[in-house]
């Protein structure tokens, strides 16, 4: 039998600048592909040589042949075009965090910053480093420069020559330079020139204007510029049109033959059998037999003589798996994972491999009429699945900075609440292969817009052009990855052709809105579904979102995904999240401020009051502060100091969520997903997000637990009836316990109700309707609540409570808290008691506390409630940090 394997090989230093080092597996686990190495800048070149070994004489067979990789990702300098002096940079990086790190410019993110840093989106960069290539590599007959991520306009030279000119953030891009390079003190320099310079003419150069809503600046450029928009300014993100070498460069080396791409798709799955389709596409470069090896796992699949041709090569392979194992989401099941792998043979010799996870299982979205419009729901594995998510923007202005702990936080924290599903929202960027690979491990869809958002794009043959190599990239780089549920065109580019007033804002002709909105459907409607039909055939496209049957509101509701805004831009009241139902709600959401302790690191102390510049110029929304006073004084009395009002506008922002994904899960089948806005933030803002800048969980996520925990139950109280429904995502029936009590505030029990019922496997019912108000007749609903409880046997699957007025005019007692602490198996623990309700008991803490197991929640009286905290020494850190309860203000 045959083996292999891969060895990494030192290299000796070669220039005094340049540095070689073989670097572990957990070195190379540290970061994602565009994050950059803390510390000290260094010039890394790591060889990768896949080597034969004989099981006859266990000798390494000769290496001319195998594909070697060199990575060029340090000893970069910079300077400002025009300039003369050049400074250290960081490669992947970007202009802004240069300049930071030399010390030139102050923290982008700090007070009034942003403001006056917007002068470097006017100038053109230059970044050059020197290098030297291994004699294996040398050796090679091709010799390619690979370039994963040029952020955007971008002039290439190779020792003096022009090798490219990139113009497009999101592609990858593959230069031969063979005949170009040198062994030694080869010089690579780049110049990136400003998208408002590059593109001032073009824009000049149309007869009408085209929407740009978030480009804040005269000269509005980002619609002609395959750059992440948000860089060009939110209404929850900064402007910083920044450039830079914002993913890794290599050198590829190849004799013979290398793979170029490797796709698994599904051509029949059941419970007994799976049979898979491997395609592998070999480039030659002169025709030969050749022996192409497939494996899954470390078992072999196929093996295949094959006589290439010069040039690209397609192989497909048919695997068949006995009992396959699927993939499941996040709740229902294990996300399993098989490993699939294609290898290229020649005289004895492994020229190249390749390697891809992949995960079985069947999606659909279903769309079939019914009595009320159209059903809009995935279906995974045969079983129609409720999606619990959120939508997913950048992690960072500066994308190099997210570091692969970043992105297994992010992604833990969504697991961690019951999330099934994120959509990568189309004002950002397609995401590293690392976020992809952890969506994958975790089982959470991903619902994948293409980057385009709240604009109308140009339509002339170059642009399209660019667009189509930018989708033939990412959808090559994504479509292996089981966690891709559907290809998204745009971000509410449909609606906001419809509805927002384009036409007359801009004064456009009918000729002009011909043009126009003739471009977004050869976009849209002709290009994009023809690259997805051709090259990810298997995957749903959806042209926009929202999407739906046209008409007023009720057309709207009854079929496609739903963005609806009516809370917060509309200032109706939460209320109306129980009316504006629709089949999918993929947007809606309320603001909140971050952790105080957020807070603090962007602003000076004498800054950290309500109206202070520094604190508005951090929130993006042109009303946004006045926004969250108006809700707040609905239902709330309004803090006067900066840290109360913090906390309570993410009570606020909780308790309004809480209404909206209550009555989304209650309307199940009717309504089968809903994607709050948003998960995260890219800098540290007041914003819609769940979780601030640094991580920090807002008390909107924690209520996520609760509310998107398999079994929820919900009560709703109108007109004198009171109706409790329970919602499973259970793939099966269950026996339960249902408990109702009406109590008081001390604990008394004014009137209780228990039953056993079988809870129906992936349904909404109503457990109890019953007139409730002659039992609340003579009682004060400003001292009375309605606890409900849901057990399977003695386990407590989901808990809430029903009040019957306003925060504002609960008559909420002086509560007793005790608080005891204990270890259990290196974990810390806090247990709490109260003799009376305190309503939203939470903790208040600093970042180095970690997470909480709970917070935010009401505590009931004479009930203790343990909370486990994520640190192996919780004492240290409690005696550090005060334990906060309900303030004053919201008794």
């Known amino acids: ?226 750059k992440a928009p948000y860089h060009f300014g939110w209404d929850w993100g900064p402007r910083f049109v920044t450039c830079g070498i914002w993913r890794p460069i290599e050198i590829n080396a190849w004799d013979a033959a290398r793979i170029s791409d490797f796709q698994i798709y599904q051509q029949q799955v059941n419970n007994k059998t799976a049979i898979l389709k491997a395609v592998a596409e070999i480039e030659a470069d002169h025709p030969a037999d050749m022996t192409i090896r497939f494996f899954n796992g470390g078992k072999s699949a196929g093996r295949q003589t094959v006589a290439l041709k010069a040039g690209k090569n397609r192989i497909e392979q048919s695997i068949r798996i006995h009992k396959p194992k699927l993939w499941w989401t996040n709740g229902l099941g294990q996300p399993h994972l098989y490993t699939f792998s294609v290898e290229i043979n020649s005289e004895k010799q492994i020229l190249d491999r390749r390697s891809v996870r992949f995960g079985i299982r069947t999606i659909e979205v279903v769309q079939q009429p019914d009595s009320v419009g159209k059903s809009f729901y995935f279906k995974l594995n045969g079983i129609p699945v409720f999606m619990k998510g959120s939508n997913y923007i950048p992690q960072d202005s500066f994308l190099p900075r997210v570091s692969a702990g970043r992105y297994r936080e992010i992604i833990r924290s969504a697991k961690e609440v019951g999330m099934n599903m994120l959509r990568v929202w189309g004002g950002g960027v397609y995401e590293d292969d690392l976020f992809y690979d952890l969506c994958d491990e975790n089982g959470i869809l991903v619902w994948q817009d293409f980057m385009f958002a709240c604009s109308m794009y140009p339509g002339d043959s170059a642009f399209m052009a660019n667009v189509r190599q930018e989708t033939l990239d990412n959808v090559l780089r994504l479509r292996n990855h089981p966690s891709l549920a559907l290809w998204c065109g745009n971000n509410e580019m449909q609606i906001a052709w419809e509805r927002w007033g384009y036409q007359k804002t801009f004064g456009y002709s009918p000729a002009d809105s011909a043009k126009i909105y003739g471009d977004y459907l050869k976009l849209f409607h002709e290009l994009l579904p023809r690259m997805i039909q051709k090259y990810d055939p298997g995957r749903f496209y959806w042209p926009s979102s929202p999407n739906s049957a046209p008409g007023g509101w009720a057309e709207e509701a009854a079929s496609g995904d739903l963005h609806y805004w009516g809370v917060w831009w509309g200032k109706e009241p939460f209320s109306a999240y129980e009316k504006y139902v629709g089949r999918f709600v993929s947007e809606y959401g309320f603001q909140s401020l971050p952790a105080y302790s957020t807070i603090e690191r962007f602003t000076p102390d004498s800054a950290r009051y309500l109206v202070s510049a520094a604190l508005k110029s951090h929130n993006k929304h042109p009303v946004g502060f006045e926004t969250i006073d108006e809700y707040m004084r609905r239902d709330f009395k309004v803090p006067r100091n900066l840290k109360d009002y913090m906390l309570v506008s993410q009570i606020l922002q909780a308790e309004g969520m809480k209404t909206a994904i209550e009555a989304h899960r209650r309307a199940k089948p009717y309504c089968m997903g809903t994607l709050y806005w948003q998960l995260n933030d890219c800098w540290p803002v007041v914003s819609w997000s769940g979780i601030d800048y640094y991580g920090n969980w807002k008390a909107f996520h924690y209520y996520l637990r609760r509310l998107y925990a398999p079994v929820l139950i919900s009560p709703v109280y109108k007109n004198g009836r009171l109706d409790v429904y329970l919602v499973s995502d259970l793939k099966s029936d269950k026996q339960v316990r249902v408990k109702w009590q009406l109590m008081d505030f001390y604990g008394k029990i004014l009137w209780n109700k228990q039953t056993e019922i079988v809870m129906p496997a992936n349904s909404s019912t109503v457990s109890l309707s019953s007139p409730f108000d002659i039992i609340l007749a003579e009682r004060d609903s400003a001292r009375v609540f309605l606890n409900l409880e849901v057990y399977a046997a003695d386990s407590l699957l989901a808990e809430n409570n029903l009040f019957f007025t306003k925060i504002k005019n609960l008559r909420l007692p002086k509560a007793h808290i005790s608080v005891e602490k204990k270890t259990v198996n290196n974990r810390s623990a806090l247990v709490i008691r109260s003799d009376v309700l305190v309503k939203n008991f939470f903790i208040d803490y600093t970042p180095d506390c970690g997470v909480f197991s709970d917070n935010y929640f009401d505590l009931l009286p004479d009930k203790s409630k343990t909370i486990w905290i994520n640190l192996p020494d919780t004492g240290k850190v409690f005696e550090k940090n005060k334990l906060r309860f309900l303030p004053e203000f919201l008794r």
């Open 1 to 226: 039998m045959e083996k292999f394997i891969y060895r990494q090989i030192r290299l000796k230093r070669f220039h005094p600048a340049c540095s070689y080092w073989n670097r572990s597996e957990t070195d190379r686990n540290k970061r994602p592909s565009g994050a950059q190495r803390p510390g000290r800048s260094f010039t890394a070149i790591i060889l990768l040589i896949l080597t034969f070994i004989s099981a006859g004489n266990g000798q390494p067979a000769p290496q001319q042949k195998s594909v070697l990789f060199q990575s060029l990702d340090a000893a970069w300098q910079f300077r400002q075009a025009g300039k003369t002096h050049w400074y250290p940079a960081q490669v992947p990086g970007t202009v802004h965090t240069d300049l930071q790190n030399i010390g030139l410019i102050p923290d982008p993110f700090y007070g009034l910053n942003e403001h006056d840093l917007q002068w470097i989106e006017n100038e053109n960069w230059v970044y050059r480093a020197r290098f030297n290539v291994n004699d294996e590599v040398f050796k090679r007959k091709h010799i390619d420069l690979v370039f994963k991520g040029l952020d955007t306009y971008a002039e290439v030279y190779l020792n003096d020559t022009l090798i490219l000119k990139a113009d497009n953030m999101f592609r990858t891009w593959r230069i031969d330079c063979k005949d170009l390079l040198k062994k030694e003190g080869n010089i690579l320099r780049i110049l990136f020139r400003s998208p408002l310079q590059v593109n001032r003419a073009r824009l000049d150069s149309l007869p009408y204007q085209l929407p740009a809503g978030n480009d804040r600046s005269a000269y509005k450029v980002s619609v002609f510029t395959r």
